[in-house]
């Protein structure tokens, strides 16, 4: 790898050699590029459920249900009964399936608030707005914040983090990681709900309805941990970023001209205000349907706001509102939007990308139903949990476990919703099993898929970020921009595990109506 000149011709980079770790990364590059595409290797999954359920159909595959006592057996989904089967019922497989219209219908606001520009004007309004001994903290804020339009937030955060860092005499490649590692690293860690939060508990949902099938997920199952999780990772961010990458990147000396659009035009801040005063006046009307007693949001019989209530029950179509009522005042205030044919124009661009998850969400949604038929999932996680109960590998040394397990997935398939559609229906079921809520299992799934994102080539955005990198040091390499980004993995993970220990000694709730046990 050739060292990059100037500014990283220091120490830190003259022994950056292509030492084991550097050759692990080619190993994991390498191997994720041989990879097919998720798409392809869903198709590949399902046929092998379905030979799987062959081959444990006819060799009488069986094992018992410790809930009810009776035995749960293998069902052969190739013999006759099975193949029509499939054929009739593939169409309500597909529409059956949870994670569809709920991401859909999320999409439609998060998505106008994108292709309006209201994400990227709220982002650079408060990231050159805020005080030099508060910048750092308020570009982790914003990252983890932003992750609930995560497209636009990788895009649109770190070249402005870096113009902030270059504007205040310290190093532009720093506040690039800074801004990406926030959005990645930080995915799982919020103040609001996002469209993460309803595709995930879609997949646990269909996961855990293995074992119970009345089990209903809710989108706010970990809303507790995710808020605590953000207050955890920003002082844990700005560490990493002015004590070791800082340092390590030295000061700056190559002269860069990068394009970077920064301060917001008349239209722009027009448009955040129509914004602001709209998201306020919604936030005003949800509180009044919420909090006073008998509100309309509530249960009304047991008056609770989180069991079985209106607000709980239409958590999605708020989500929805949220996003799509400041992103419509935007688009008018800035301009953006002139009539009900741009509104049209924008919602039809915003759902255009769409398109490669309603064809993963075909594929998964007759793969996690195949499984489910097959009944391979139960008997896995019946068997699973007897051997680690056997072995004595329970409680938080098997979750800490489970986390590194999924960071290291990760490497390899760095999308959320793929890897939870294929780990949810084993783990989840297995987690039962040995009374760990699926609210529980998912948590810890979340921070293993988050902490190595930021490092992952796998995620789409990764070449995106060296893009940017290459503007302020034309021979920045691969493996110089991850060893800027590693320690924002090394330093999620510790804490972050850390806090998923005490969350876990405590036996602390994780979200509205949710507990680590489910005989809580």
Same mark, same amino acid.
Request: glycine share 8%; hydrophobic share 55%.
């Given at each position: ?36 595409? &998720? @798409?392809?290797?869903? #198709?590949?999954?399902?046929? $092998? ?5 062959? /081959? !444990? %159909? ?18 052969n989904l190739l013999d006759g009964q099975g193949i029509v089967r499939i054929l009739t019922e593939m169409v309500n497989n597909f529409m059956a399936f ?57 895009? &649109? @955060?770190?070249?402005? #983090?870096?113009?902030?860092? $270059? ?5 532009? /490649? !720093? %506040? ?38 009345n089990y209903e997920a809710n989108p706010a199952m970990n809303y507790y941990f995710l808020i605590a999780s953000t207050f955890v990772l920003v002082p ?54 919420? /909090? ?74 007759q793969m996690i139903t195949y499984f489910n038929w097959s009944n391979l999932g139960t008997i896995i996680a019946i068997k699973g949990a007897d051997l ?133």
């Open positions: 790898m050739n060292v990059p000149e100037g500014q990283l011709e220091n120490k830190h980079a003259q022994t950056n050699k292509r030492g084991l770790f550097n050759k692990f990364l080619d190993w994991v590059e390498r191997s994720g590029n041989k990879l097919p595409d &998720v @798409l392809t290797l869903f #198709a590949i999954f399902t046929g $092998m459920i379905l030979l799987a359920s062959f /081959i !444990a %159909g006819k060799l009488g595959w069986s094992a018992e249900n410790p809930a009810d006592g009776k035995t749960v057996t293998a069902v949870p994670p569809l219209g709920l991401v859909l219908v999320v999409m439609l606001g998060v998505g106008l608030a994108e292709s309006t520009g209201l994400v990227s004007a709220f982002m650079r309004k408060v990231v050159l707005a805020s005080p030099k001994v508060l910048i750092l903290p308020i570009i982790v804020f914003i990252g983890i914040f932003g992750n609930a339009a995560a497209d636009a937030a990788l895009i &649109v @955060l770190p070249p402005i #983090a870096a113009l902030v860092f $270059m504007t205040m005499g310290r190093h532009p /490649i !720093a %506040g690039l990681a800074l801004g990406y590692a926030s959005v990645a690293g930080g995915f799982s860690a919020n103040l609001i709900l996002s469209m993460l939060d309803v595709l995930l508990a879609g997949f646990t949902e269909s996961s855990a309805q293995i074992v119970d099938k844990v961010a700005v560490f990493v970023c002015s004590k070791i990458v800082e340092p390590r990147l030295g000061e700056y000396t190559l002269n860069a001209k990068v394009e970077t659009k920064s301060k917001l035009t008349d239209h722009e801040r027009r448009g955040l205000v129509w914004a602001g005063v709209s998201i306020t006046l919604f936030i005003a009307l949800l509180c009044y349907l919420t /909090i006073p007693e008998n509100a309309l949001l509530r249960n009304a019989e047991t008056e609770s706001l989180v069991e079985d209530s209106p607000f709980m029950n239409g958590i999605v179509p708020i989500m929805l509102f949220f996003f799509f009522l400041p992103a419509l005042f935007y688009g008018i205030g800035a301009k953006e939007i002139k009539s009900d044919k741009d509104v049209a124009e924008h919602l039809t661009k915003a759902m255009a990308g769409m398109g490669y998850y309603i064809v993963l969400a075909f594929i998964a949604a680690l109960q056997s072995t004595g590998m329970t409680g938080l040394p098997l979750l800490v476990a489970f986390i590194l397990f999924c960071a290291l997935v990760n490497l390899l398939i760095a999308s959320s919703s793929a890897k939870w559609a294929l780990l949810g229906p084993v783990f989840v079921p297995m987690f039962m099993y040995l009374d760990y809520s699926p609210a529980f299992t998912q948590m810890g799934y979340r921070i293993g898929d988050s902490i190595t994102n930021a490092v992952t080539p796998m995620l789409p955005y990764f070449a995106i970020l060296l893009t940017f990198a290459k503007k302020y040091d034309p021979k920045m390499g691969v493996g110089t921009l991850i060893s800027v980004l590693l320690p924002y993995t090394i330093g999620f993970a510790i804490f972050w595990t850390i806090l998923f220990a005490i969350w876990y000694m405590l036996g602390l709730p994780l979200g509205p109506g949710e507990y680590i046990h489910l005989n809580k």
